[in-house]
């Protein structure tokens, strides 16, 4: 027996909210019921395109749908996923999660409050790269990422930190799997008023240590992990969606190496992403990246960013106004 398609709305119908409806469009396990944007063209030329009905409010939601992406602005993030719970709607909202940590705590108390789903966009979670080096973790002590773009006028109103670095931040906190002892930072603007490059060692309770470097102002783009564990190195290409392994097969004076490439399975990360959903949704179970999860990215987001602050004052540096402790700047971000 067919199990029932689950009725899906996409909340914002900009770059990132047409990809989850086309894919919501593909799978089998999703009834693409509407589209709601402020814009009404926006929302009617997206149902067009992809199905469902065109809305201007999520007000039309309840008795439509079952559950909900949100993809707009993170600025608004807070108050319209609280709105989409309060529903009964099971939601999964873009990253970052929200543009506070207060604001993200709200959107987690809504979820308890209604015994909802709240998952996280944390997309790179499911890169066929991460996934493959799940299997063998062994107690990782040493991690290199960087994470460098070239300058795009996307969203350029929010720090790179929260924009991009936050994806490797999540990924390390996953595979590390222990609490943040230290946070050391620097950052600088470079073409906007905003952090466009940044450098980050997070050292970890258990002894890992993570340098993590991302920019969106590089000449090239590399989007890389390589983490060291005991008699082994490891990278993954986040772009090729692929990681390599590479053992000492025979130690000695002339040691013997093996390279391994890890079976990675060739899935798009937001299909994956979108099928962890509706399965969480169908089963209600936790999903892969859960609110908590999401809200403890955001939070070493934070305490980077005001270790970046920190270095400024310190040094002196124009142009990076200062925040109050454990507040992110504003996040106006175009979805």
Do not use: C, W
Request: no cysteine.
């Amino acid at each position: 027996m067919t199990e029932k398609k689950i009725r899906v709305a996409v909340v914002g119908a900009g770059e990132f909210g047409r990809h989850h409806a086309r894919v919501y469009r593909e799978l089998d396990e999703a009834e693409l019921a509407a589209i709601v944007d402020r814009d009404p063209a926006r929302a009617a030329q997206a149902a067009a395109e992809f199905g469902g009905v065109a809305l201007a409010s999520v007000d039309d939601l309840p008795g439509r749908v079952d559950a909900v992406s949100l993809a707009i602005p993170t600025v608004d993030h807070s108050a319209v996923g609280v709105r989409l719970l309060g529903m009964g709607l099971d939601l999964l909202v873009e990253k970052p999660m929200a543009a506070s940590l207060s604001e993200a705590d709200a959107l987690l108390a809504a979820a308890q409050r209604g015994a909802r789903i709240l998952q996280v966009g944390h997309l790179e979670r499911f890169n066929p790269a991460v996934t493959a080096v799940l299997p063998i973790l062994n107690r990782p002590l040493f991690f290199e990422v960087h994470r460098l773009g070239v300058f795009t006028p996307r969203s350029l109103d929010v720090d790179v930190i929260y924009d991009v670095m936050i994806h490797d931040l999540d990924i390390l906190l996953a595979l590390v799997g222990e609490p943040v002892a230290e946070v050391k930072a620097v950052g600088i603007p470079v073409l906007t008023d905003k952090v466009d490059i940044a450098h980050a060692r997070i050292e970890f309770a258990g002894g890992a240590v993570a340098n993590v470097t991302a920019s969106r102002v590089s000449t090239e783009r590399v989007r890389k992990m390589r983490f060291f564990q005991q008699h082994e190195y490891v990278s993954l290409d986040y772009s090729r969606r692929d990681a390599l392994r590479v053992r000492v097969a025979r130690p000695g004076p002339q040691p013997e190496f093996a390279f391994e490439k890890l079976p990675a399975e060739p899935l798009e990360p937001l299909r994956a992403e979108l099928l962890d959903f509706l399965e969480a949704v169908r089963t209600r179970r936790a999903p892969r990246v859960s609110g908590a999860a999401g809200r403890a990215a955001l939070e070493l987001a934070v305490r980077v960013m005001a270790s970046i602050q920190e270095h400024a004052a310190r040094v002196q540096l124009r142009g990076l106004p200062g925040m109050p402790p454990g507040m992110p700047p504003d996040m106006h971000t175009t979805r």
